[in-house]
Every structure is written in structure tokens, then in C-alpha cells.
């Protein structure tokens, strides 16, 4: 019998730049040069912050071209620490998706395309170097690699871990004993089991990878950022899909940063 292929994923979100956090910036690199063997990667979304793009009036005096320098250099630094042959993706999140949504009260539409990253070389084809996936909740906007889904999220609630992990394995088309991960809320999660009562296990796992951007950011002033926090996880798994009667075919952990 063929032996199967073995992936090693490791996984990070919302770095909001410019305002990603220089110590939290080096963590993530350190992190990533003591993690052997990754053959996978992925920066679950919200690259930027888009502050040009936002409905909600902000006194940020950066520009998009400031955010798009910053995030291809941070993008560039862990290009540089993974392996060669490694993986990479990108889920976009909704603050990159809104430099692009169709939305009229955020980027007018003649402006679209002049301020899509992608059409911006002076920053060194980074972003040509990742695989984006799309803003969607459908299975286009799902990185799947075994039992394993990675996607950026949608609802903030403190149920939608779970709730949002099991509507994406509906898109995904229900993969018995599979794992979501992402990102969005910025309150790091560990793989938990999904449970359909309190006594009743469900065959469905979810973590959430937290923020590698600010703690504490202006617009959040009056929020509870209590238990916000940045994270890594690292997933081992069999690379293609295994059948439901191998059972659960991914180990994980959540490294959080120390604060």
C-alpha cells in the first residue's frame, strides 16, 4: 500500500498592516524558523487595514500605498523563513476585500483597479508570490488540504467559532472528522470538538488562530479586547482527502505569543 503524503501546515491572521506590531512581527518569524518540515503556509486574511476603504470615518494618516509597502514587506520576511517548495496562500479577509468590494461608499468603481495590490509591481510581485483565495462564504473561499479547511470568517459573536466552522463544512460538503480554522475575531481558539448538545459529540473540529495586529487599536477603544491575542497553529495531516473510515487524520496545536 502506497504510503500517504503528510502535510505540515502552520497558519496566522490579521496582521492589519501598517499597524502590524513590530515584536509581534519578529515573533512570528521566529515561530516560523523553529518549525521544521512546514510544506504549508497561510495568512488567513485582513493583510491590510484598509483604512481608505472604510464606511467608518478614521483619522489614519497612512495611505493604501503605505499599507501595500508594509504588507508586501511582512509578506517578503516570511517568505523568506519558510522552506523552499513551500505552499502559500492567502484567504483574503473582508478588510482587504473591501478595497475591492462593490460598494460604492468605499472605493468608487473607476478607482477599483488602480488601487487593486495586484496591480502595483513597485512593491516586488510579492503578492504574485501567494495564492489568494477569495472572500466568500462558498467553498471558493475555503484553502482545503486533507480534513483540514482554512478560511478568514465572516461572524465576530462568541458562538461563531463553531457555528461559521460548521456552515463552511456544509460548503465543503461535510468532511467527517475535519478541522476549520481562522481568523476574524481575534480571540485565538484551540482546536475544539464541535458538540451538537452538551453530551453529544459531533465529528467536527474548530480553532481560531487570533491577531498578529495591534491589541489595541484606536477604533477599538471601547470594545473588550480582553481576549484578543496573536497565535500560530501548526497542523499535521494526511494531504489528500482520506476516507471517513480512517477517522480523525490531523493533529494540532495553537502557539500563542506570550504577552
Not at 519578529?26 to 495568512?43: A, E, K, M, Q, V
Request: with cysteine; glycine share 6%; net charge neutral.
Amino acid at each position: 500500500m502506497t504510503e500517504r503524503r503528510k502535510a505540515k501546515i502552520a497558519a496566522i491572521s490579521c496582521t492589519h498592516s501598517p499597524f502590524t506590531p513590530p515584536e509581534t512581527h519578529r515573533w512570528i518569524l521566529d515561530t516560523l524558523s523553529n518549525i521544521p518540515d512546514l510544506t504549508h503556509f497561510g495568512h488567513l486574511g485582513d493583510v491590510f487595514e484598509s483604512s481608505a476603504a472604510s464606511v467608518h470615518p478614521n483619522e489614519d494618516t497612512h495611505t493604501l500605498s503605505d499599507e501595500y509597502e508594509h504588507g508586501a514587506n511582512l509578506l517578503r520576511s516570511i517568505r523568506d523563513v519558510l522552506p523552499n517548495g513551500c505552499n502559500r496562500w492567502i484567504c483574503t479577509g473582508n478588510h482587504d476585500d473591501n478595497i475591492l468590494a462593490t460598494d460604492p461608499r468605499r472605493i468608487p468603481r473607476s478607482l477599483r483597479s488602480l488601487v487593486d495590490w495586484r496591480n502595483h509591481p513597485e512593491f516586488g510581485d510579492e503578492f504574485e508570490q501567494w495564492h489568494w483565495v477569495p472572500y466568500e462564504k462558498s467553498r471558493k473561499g475555503i484553502y482545503k488540504v486533507g480534513q483540514c479547511l482554512f478560511y478568514h470568517g465572516f461572524d465576530c459573536s462568541m458562538t461563531s467559532d463553531e457555528l461559521e466552522g460548521l456552515q463552511m463544512m456544509q460548503c465543503a460538503g461535510w468532511i467527517p472528522f475535519g478541522l476549520t480554522v481562522r481568523g476574524h475575531t481575534h480571540r485565538p481558539v484551540e482546536p475544539t470538538q464541535s458538540m451538537r448538545t452538551k453530551k453529544v459529540p459531533l465529528p467536527f473540529w474548530y480553532a481560531n488562530v487570533g491577531t498578529c495586529g495591534p491589541l489595541k487599536p484606536n477604533y477599538a477603544k471601547r470594545k473588550d479586547t480582553s481576549m484578543w491575542g496573536a497565535a500560530i497553529i501548526v497542523v499535521e495531516c494526511v494531504w489528500d482527502r482520506p476516507s471517513r473510515l480512517n477517522g480523525k487524520c490531523w493533529d494540532a496545536e495553537l502557539i500563542r505569543m506570550p504577552q
